[in-house]
């Protein structure tokens, strides 16, 4: 009798152990260290995150993706600054607005976004850190003159109501890097064909400025098929515009875009001193080979294993 006592009060005991183990491992909060809130139906969005996980690949910090695009996510802002979230990673102009809206007590990294575009936080918050898309026209043609050297005659489309710099410092600037440069001025879609139409016979190439009031799917063909019919060939600010009839794009590599930013995480979160605004470290350059042919030009090609450099057919 003693025996089966025993051995009763010890299931009891056991039993007692086991749900109070696991009482406790329930309450634990298991939070994310790190929250990316980015709008995952973009490619160039998916790229970043890509990056941003591969630079967390080797630590314990746990990654979480918002995704914008998900039922809820908008109406569940709250949960950007779980509770054990050390750093919040916004991806894009809506990302940053919404993030900056609830003003989260954690560090904001605003990443993948233009500086010229208008409104992207919060006048009560700024971000501890910035990386930005925009490429610095001195790069542009540093890559130009790898692939197209004796095209100095730069034309740039340029919309004042967003463009950072003015004319007169793209033209000082191009001067210094042994190019001519002639600045349109376009500051609605209405303008844009007469501003591209005022460079005939006056530029090699064509620089279009990153610029979402300018450049849609509704301006972008009309665009195009001007650039071809005047002979007037484009640098296009992403992958897609060369594909769409750009005779080449120049972009940054929106994978170490990611990987950049969550180096930057990295650095607040072990509390080490970062720049408050960055550019993007890597451009990649895409040739569309049908418009070249189209308008007569060759480009010298960079070495075939340089990942930078695509060949569109």
Known sequence: ????????????????????CTVRAESRPVAPAITIVANASVEAHRAAIEGIRSAFSGTTLDVRVVDLT??????GSERFAAPGTRVII???????QLVTAERPEVPVISTMILRSAPATTSPSMSPAATISLDIPLQTMLARMKQVFPGKTRL??????????????????????????????????????LAALQKLKGEVDFIWCLPD???????????LILSSIENRLPLIGFSEGFARAGAAIGIYPDFHDVGVQTGQT?????????????????????????????????RYSPLPANNPDFVVLQ
Do not use: H
């Not at 979402?212 to 009309?222: D, E």
């Open 1 to 20: 009798m003693r025996a089966v006592c025993f051995c009763w009060k010890a299931a009891l005991l056991t039993g007692w152990l086991a749900a109070g």
């Open 70 to 75: 998900a039922a809820g996510e908008r109406q």
């Open 90 to 96: 916004a991806v894009g102009t809506d990302a940053i």
């Open 155 to 192: 034309g740039i489309i340029r919309n004042p109501k967003t463009a950072s710099l003015a004319a007169g410092a793209l033209q000082a600037q191009a001067e210094q890097q042994g190019f001519t440069a002639r600045v349109v001025e376009c500051s609605g879609i209405e303008q844009l």
């Open 212 to 222: 979402g009031t300018l450049y849609n799917s509704a301006t972008i063909k009309p």
């Open 265 to 297: 995480a990295q650095q607040i979160i072990a509390g080490q001193p970062i720049r408050s605004a960055e550019g993007p470290r890597k451009v990649k350059i895409a040739v569309n080979q049908s418009v070249l042919r189209l308008l007569g030009l």
